[in-house]
């Protein structure tokens, strides 16, 4: 593995370097993950004149969620606590000869900026923007099978779940539990705070859950994801509790379902990410419930839950393979509920299938 650490490295130096700068600071800790194999609690990177150096406040240490640092490159560690690594690699950097460092100024605190201008005050700094993102966008099938093993594990916590006796219990309660078992499956740990909503709460993106006690007849909508050696999976699922569904739930499911179903059918390399939004949105738009849609219908996923590209109105640029997304439409009723249908897929050309869904879980309407 460690050819395509290098790899990744060589292509941010040729990108950086082409714009006229010597060396690189990565201080985003996704971003260094992608480039060193490993991100131990503030690390930096710094891709040298002569040398590229893992930066860590103490010594990496063995735990498997962490990642191992790529063997290709030399740790170097502070030699005393409470020192700020980017300050010191590039103090490195200035000590290698470097004339100018490339930064992410838009992960760059301006405490730490002026600290590194004050440290080495002849390196011209400059700003390497979001290359390292872009790099990111694309998938290799080592980090798309990362992504389908956490999409397993989240689907078997969704599914022990749904299994058993749901009326009566809480919100908060029936989250903290779907988190346990997705450690109890070999997830690293939640891929972010998991929403569990109940009756009038369904159907809400990014619900925090309260103390609010699942009623029979009551949606419940689940959104969880899994994240397994640093990369982060998502599924949203709306059921009915305890009894058949209501005309206006079956409506309104068989809706959001439609409009999910478009949102999946129109990814494709070379679709545009805003003709994606379109094919979902226009579902429910349709349907009048403009006001009651999300800024956005899916985005990227990888070793963060949201990342690019986003798929939003608005949006510029087009779906490339390997491009692992959501299609999350969802509509929320105030003071009745609503429903969220969330999968994670991998965009593939039509020779290879289709685009991959990797969150299996069934998206019939149950009754739990």
Known sequence: MSEVYANRRSRLRDHFNAAGTAAALVTRPANVRYLAAAAPHGAVLLLGSSEDLLVCAVPPDDRPFEGRPDEALRVQVLPARGGD?????????R????????????HLTVAR???????????????????????????????????????????????????SILVGRTERHLALELERRLVDHGA???????????????????????????EEGDFLSVCLGATYRGYRCEIGRTFVIGTSPADWQIQLYDLVFSAQRAGREALAPGAAYRDVDRAARHVLDSAGYAEALPPLTGHGVGLEIDEDPQ????????????????????????????VRIDDTLVVRPEADGGPELLTITTKELLAL
């Open 311 to 338: 798929l939003s109105p608005a949006a510029m640029g087009k779906l490339d393979a390997c491009v692992p997304v959501t299609v999350e439409p969802g509509v929320h009723l105030p003071g009745r509920g609503g």
């Open 113 to 163: 900026h002026r600290a590194i201008a004050a440290i080495a005050p002849a390196l011209r700094l400059a700003d390497v923007g979001c290359a390292v993102e872009q790099l990111r966008v694309v998938k290799d099938e080592e980090e798309i099978s990362c992504l389908r093993i956490g999409a397993e594990i989240a689907d078997q916590a969704l599914g022990e779940l749904l299994e």
């Open 85 to 93: 690594t980017a300050v010191a690699a590039a103090d490195l950097a």
């Open 95 to 106: 000590g290698q000869g470097a004339d100018s460092l490339a930064v992410e100024e838009h």
């Open 188 to 214: 690293d740990g939640p891929a972010f705070p998991t929403s569990v909503a109940t009756g009038p709460n369904s159907g809400r993106r990014g619900h925090r859950p309260t103390d609010r006690r699942v």
